[in-house]
T-cell receptor, first 111, second 118 residues
Framework: QKEVEQDPGPLSVPEGAIVSLNCTYS??????FMWYRQYSRKGPELLMY????GNKEDGRFTAQVDKSSKYISLFIRDSQPSDSATYLC???????????FGAGTRLFVKA | DTGVSQNPRHKITKRGQNVTFRCDPISEHNRLYWYRQTLGQGPEFLTYFQNEAQLEKSRLLSDRFSAERPKGSFSTLEIQRTEQGDSAMYLC????????????????FGAGSRLTVL
């Protein structure tokens, strides 16, 4: 079993739609939960960062963590064509060490 | 500071040749990571450094792979006797150290070095 499971998609939505991206993880020791966005032929860039359970909002993006079910989500409101990218969920432990990434979900937002 | 810099951006080599990639991290960051990413997959952890010390290596890092970070600044990743299965994007990232408990988990990636082994 992989430590982080993520549906690779692709996911295609019309402009303006609400997008929901999800991951599950297996080890409850992880406390830090991140979402990275990766455009084609670029390195991943940090989008959202949360610690423990709860919600965090930043503009059109909301990250949600449910540690009891080991489930993390990213919601994108009013999606734009510029949001078309691969979204990677990632988990980490306190103090750093290695960050473990999901396989990434490819998102296409059609104008 | 211009972020994490990686060179070369793309390397094409024949099977059996050696290749070396370089990474220049953000200067304030004392942690440096190497990841490998293949098509359709997320980055897979290879190794990381705290200053000049290599603290963890993945089992993915066979004895053909070696990474160094002399003086705790830039890092090199060398692959000897390349195989076609080594074709991938090699990503370097840096972060703050463990004293910044949250910052240590925030990785800043470079654009990657793409390796094609013919």
């Amino acid at each position: 079993q992989k430590e982080v499971e993520q549906d690779p998609g692709p996911l295609s939505v019309p402009e303006g739609a609400i997008v929901s991206l999800n991951c599950t993880y297996s080890n409850s020791a992880f406390q830090y939960f991140m979402w990275y966005r990766q455009y084609s032929r670029k390195g991943p860039e940090l989008l959202m960062y949360t610690y423990s359970s709860g919600n965090k909002e930043d503009g059109r993006f909301t990250a949600q963590v449910d540690k009891s079910s080991k489930y993390i989500s990213l919601f994108i409101r009013d999606s734009q064509p510029s949001d078309s990218a691969t979204y990677l969920c990632a988990i980490g432990r306190g103090g750093g060490f290695k960050t473990i990434f999901g396989a990434g979900t490819r998102l296409f937002v059609k104008a | 500071d211009t972020g994490v810099s990686q060179n070369p951006r793309h390397k094409i080599t024949k099977r059996g040749q050696n290749v070396t990639f370089r990474c220049d991290p953000i200067s304030e960051h004392n942690r440096l990571y190497w990841y490998r990413q293949t098509l359709g997959q997320g980055p897979e952890f290879l190794t990381y450094f705290q200053n000049e010390a290599q603290l963890e290596k993945s089992r993915l890092l066979s004895d053909r792979f070696s990474a160094e970070r002399p003086k705790g600044s830039f890092s090199t990743l060398e692959i000897q006797r390349t195989e076609q299965g080594d074709s991938a994007m090699y990503l370097c990232a840096s972060s703050l150290g463990p004293r910044s408990r949250s910052g240590a988990n925030v990785l800043t990636f470079g654009a990657g070095s793409r390796l094609t082994v013919l």
